[in-house]
């Protein structure tokens, strides 16, 4: 080995499995071969990384020239040959001494290594130690290992961390309707759930519904207002209605603030609307309106400044002024139609905009500041817990909750415990009462809030101040959380608490540890919020005005439909039944792989074709990896038990490239597993099977199966039946399904 195989990830970092047991019995033999060569290795690291070499499975070792560095600069510091020199200097003549006497070193522990009989060769070269193994005997271990752990292959001893993990995830909200950008919170907190009790760590997934707050209220308030008696049959369609009712109510008690908007905007954005309009108003003005309101408005648009309403003597004249608006704004998307080379009309923003609240301009803007009033009356119904409302509330959540749990059924997320937002309020409360009490909070500005930076004694500003409670003793987001996380410890006695909630929330959840710190739990130092950004489409971000956030069952279904269409067409035999099967396998698994298979401090471009690629890095690629292998082992006509049943009788022999790069990644299995659990990252397993499912087709067309002769033929199956398996465990620890057929 020339060089320090410097490109490779070290071995030693991922614990578990054949590959951990071989390099814990390389380094254990290292440590004993420098204690007799008079070098006392202490605590320092054996550095063992893979072998670069094509065809040989084994270590390579850079500890010889780590230990000669650190000899020859004592030396040479000893003999005084150092003083006076520079860093680079010193540098140069250490490294002149160091390569002789880490050859020396490195041959040293070669010979007591070769000595052992546990390794197929060792060998020294230029100060690095090279140690290969059986081949054969490794490769029997592995299929052992692999056939007889089964479904838990990959998987540390079930709770041997010593760790309770809580894992909150899926925080959906009753009287919404869930999204495509919710389903990355899903995806990822399955996934690292999965992943965590397949580490070793016992791990509790639960779940925290937003059933209050001002979204509840005001799909209430419209439905009571608008909709009540329409409801859909079927308590499943039910929960979506609700949905569309909050998004109805929200464009209700916004209209106002919309319109504004719009014209703000125009105004700054537009010379040529203004001077067009600054027309149209006048002539609005001596002809239909007179008084200071026309003048007002006149004025602003002139000047471009914000148009209020509190400043209109008659806020109604927006009404009578609005059509002038679209007028002027359809005349320039006519005019830019015709100078445009190709002719094509199309509205630009401004107008759509306008067109779509012209449609309700003249029945809702004279109506807002009352449902505004209705709106606050409905809270304090909440607050005052009002029989009928509370009634209503009950029923309806029943409604979001039957939908929400469907969802959760579909894409895996199960609980160990649901808490609600409406159940933690008076907790909150207390908690805030407490903090106050302690002084841990205090009131400012009438607000009871905590000085964070104060508290922790900070200069530096860094956690600020955050609001616990209302002025008028209604709950914030805080209140509850700080009431929630202290029932986690005190009642569930977790040692770790993971919110798993988009990037926004990142100084928020820090916010809540330090003032759960500073009321005692130190396990509150442990909490950890795993963020993740947000998920857009190839057209651009998802955004509600844009009207281009498609629905969670919406996406389900389309993909649903791609799947059902590509199943079809690639295996036109398959019974109706078992092709829809498949295809719900295939769609659910292409959207958890998609929301997996970025970091998440990166944001996710959610493109149904590349996210059902049979070809690409997506999930169809591996599950069809999974089916190859269940296909060849089916016209075999061997299980995985007949496998196990004779694997001291098989000849495993000279491997190809293809063969041991193969079981190389099955063996690494089980490290990367645990490294996941440690980081909490599902990344490292979808970059996993990806590659596994890679060096697959790599073995596939390169190493004929069924058509060789034996030995090679059960050498051969009995790899691709641990292929099979670990292609099966990793995808389960993704939540994602792995067909049999496809």
Known sequence: MANAPTNQTASSSLPGGIIAREERAAADAIRAALADAGVEPGARTIDLRPLPF?????????IARMVAGELVTQELESSGALEGLSKK?????VNEKVGDRAQELAATVADSLRTTGRFTTVEAVNGYIN??????????????????????????TPGSRRQKVMIEHSQLNTHKAAHVGHLRNICLGVAVTNISEAGGFTTM??????????????????YSAFHEGEEPEGNASRGRWLGEIYAESVNRLNFRKDVLSVLHRVTQEDEAFVEAVDKMLKNLWREQVEG?????????????????VEDLRDENVLVTFWPIVGEQLRSEAEMAAVAAEDGASAPNDHLAEWEQLNIHMADWWPQVPTWIEQEHATFQLWEKKDPAFVALWEKTRGWSVDELKEIFDEFGAHFDAWFWESAIE????????????????????GLPVVKIDERLGLEKETYHTLPILRSDGTTLYSTKDLALTQEKFEEYGVDQSIWVVDVRQSLYFDQITKILELYGFEQAANSLHLSYEFVTLPTGVIS???????????????????????????????PAEQQQQIAQDIAIGAIKYVMLARDGNKVIVFDPDEALSFDGHAAPYIQYAHARACRILEHAGVTDGAILGMIDSIE???LQPEELSLLQQIAEFPGIVQRAADEHRPLHITNYVYELARRFNDFYHACPVLQSEEPVRSARLALVTTTRTTLRNGLALLGIAAPRQM
């Open 544 to 574: 509600s005005r844009k009207g281009n956030a498609p629905m969670l069952e919406d996406v389900r279904n389309a993909m649903l439909e791609r799947a059902r269409a590509v199943i079809q067409e690639k295996n036109p035999s398959l």
């Open 131 to 156: 140690i290969s193994y059986d081949t054969s005997s490794m490769t029997a271990n592995l299929v052992r290992e692999v056939l007889t752990a089964d479904a838990t292959y990959g998987h540390a």
């Open 205 to 222: 997934p639960v779940t925290y519904i937003g059933d209050i707050g001002r979204h509840v209220v005001r799909c209430l308030w419209c």
């Open 89 to 93: 200097e010193t540098k140069r003549l």
């Open 426 to 445: 008076d907790a909150g409360r207390q908690i805030v009462r407490e903090l106050l009490e302690r002084g841990i909070a205090e009131i400012s500005d």
């Open 292 to 308: 200071e309101d026309v003048a007002y408005l006149l004025g602003r648009i002139t000047s471009q400044q914000e148009i209020k």
């Open 652 to 654: 495993f022999g000279q």
């Open 54 to 62: 094509e065809g040989t499975w084994g270590s390579a070792s850079t």
